[in-house]
C-alpha cells in the first residue's frame, strides 16, 4: 500500500488561541518552555532568581516565594532598581543597589501589612517616584500614597507617605503621563475628591515642582468619573501610559484618556471605552509602546497605540485559577509573563508558550534577566500539535515521523491518538529520534497529535524546520474513485 508524505504546517504560532480546537488548524496544544520566534522556537530564556546563590544581600524581609505568592516583587525605573518583600506581617519597599555582582536591598518604607495588599504602582519621575499600595481591609477598599524624596541617601525616611487632603487625594494606582501625576481610583474622604468616588482618576497640574491638584486658577489639573461607573459600584485597578494617551484598567471597564488643550484649560477626555473589566488588579502590565491584560472572561488582549486587540487564549486563561494572576513585561525581549503560581505562559509577538518558571515580576537589569520566580515541576521542553486528521475521517495508519530539527541534545517522538471522537487520546510510548531525526512508531487510528519532548537545558541549541508524516490510508471504506489508490 501506498506510503503519502505529508508535511504538518501548524506548528510555528506556539499555542492555539482558540476556544475550540480545530483539526488542522493553526497552533499547538502544548508549546512548552519552546519559545516562538520568526520561523521557528527557541529554548526558554531562562530567568535568573535574584536571591539565588547569596546574590542578594538584606537584612531583613522575605526573598523566597514560598507560599507567599504574589511576593515578592521587582520593579526598574529610569533611576532606581526596587523590590517589595514581606517582612513578618507587613509589607516593606526596598531599593536595591548592585557592585560586583552583589545586589544590596536597604529598606526605604514599611508600605503597610501585606494581607490588605493586592496592587503596587509606581509612578517614575527620575529621582523622584510616587507609589501607591492598595487592597481590601475586609470589604473596605484600602490604600497608601508614599513619595520619594529627590537626591536623599537610601534609608528608613527617604520615601515618606503623603497624607489626604484637598489639593492630594488618596488614590489606589498611579503613572507618569508626560510629567503629569495621573491617579486612579480615588480613596479619600477630602472635598471636591469625595463627589468622585472610586471608580475616578485626576491628573496633577503642569508646573508644579510636586504634584499638586487643586492650585487656585491652575486649569491644568482636573478629575474624571468614570463610564462604568454603575449605581458606585465600578473600581480602578491600573492607570498606565501608551504613546500618546493613558490607558485605565478597571473592574468593570477600560477605556483611553485622551489629552487636550482648549485654551485655558489643559485635561483629558474619554477615548474608546471597554465595557469589561480585569479579571484581577494586577492582570495588565506593559510600557509606552504597548499593553498586555486579561479581561473577566478570561480573553489575552493587547493594547496598542493602534488600538485594543482580542488575542483570544481563553482557553488557556482560564487554567489561572491558582493564585492572583501577576503580568509582568520585559521590554528588552518584549515578553509578558503571565502566573497565578502555578502556571505561566509567555506571550512574545510570534505567539504564546508555557514555561516551568514562575516569576512573580522581571526585569533585565545589565543585560541579565531577573526576577523573583517558583519552580514548577514540569521542566522539559515540549511540543504537542493540535488535533490532525489529514482532511479524511476513515482510520490512517502512521508510519513514522520525520523532525528536521538540529538540537545538541536528546529528543523522543510520541504519537497521541484516538479511534472515534467519543473516547479520549491515548499516548503510544516515545521513541527517541534517530540521527536522521526520524522516529519510527506504527499507530492506526482516526485522530492524532504528535509530540516532540527533550530535557530543558537553558543554553542548548533548538532547530525546527518541519515535521513529515508518513502515512498509509488504510481504510477506504468511504472513498469513492482512485483517491489515495495505490
Known sequence: MKEFDSEVSNLFNGLYDTEVIKKNASGLYECHNLEPIKDGYSIHDVITHLNTNDRLVTVSGSWDIGSNWPYPQIFLL???????ALESTNLSLYEITESSGTYTAVKVVVLGVAARIRNISIADFGEYYVITASGLNGSTQVTEVYQRTAYAAAALGAVTEITDSTSFPTASTCCNFRGQLILGGLVTTQAPWTTLGPCSVAWSGIGHSSPVFSHGNDHSAGML?????????????????????????????????????????????????????????TAVAGNENKHCFIDRNYNLWLSTPEGDKNLGYKKHMETLINGQIIISYDPVNDRFYISDGV????????????????????????????GFILTGAD??????????????????????????VNADFTLFSSIHYRYDYLTDYTEAQPVELNDRGIATRKITARDFRFQLEGGYYSDASFELSSLIAKVKFVD???????KYAD
Do not use: M
Open 379 to 404: 521542566n522539559n521542553i515540549r511540543l504537542t500539535t493540535s488535533d490532525i486528521d489529514f482532511k479524511y475521517q476513515s482510520l490512517k495508519s502512521i508510519e513514522s515521523l520525520e523532525w528536521a
Open 225 to 281: 468619573r468614570l463610564p462604568w461607573d454603575f449605581n458606585d459600584k465600578g473600581f480602578v485597578y491600573k492607570v498606565l501610559p501608551l504613546s500618546n494617551k493613558v490607558k485605565v484598567y478597571g473592574d468593570r471597564g477600560i477605556c483611553d484618556l485622551i489629552p487636550f488643550t482648549v485654551e485655558p484649560v489643559v485635561g483629558f477626555g474619554f477615548g474608546n471605552v471597554i465595557y469589561t473589566g480585569l479579571v484581577g488588579p
Open 78 to 84: 529610569s533611576n532606581y532598581l526596587l523590590a517589595v
Open 476 to 482: 477506504k471504506r468511504n472513498i469513492r474513485g482512485r
Open 343 to 370: 502556571k505561566c505562559y509567555v506571550l512574545t509577538q510570534f505567539g504564546l508558550y508555557s514555561t516551568h518558571q514562575l516569576p512573580t515580576s522581571v526585569c533585565d537589569h545589565n543585560g541579565t534577566l531577573f
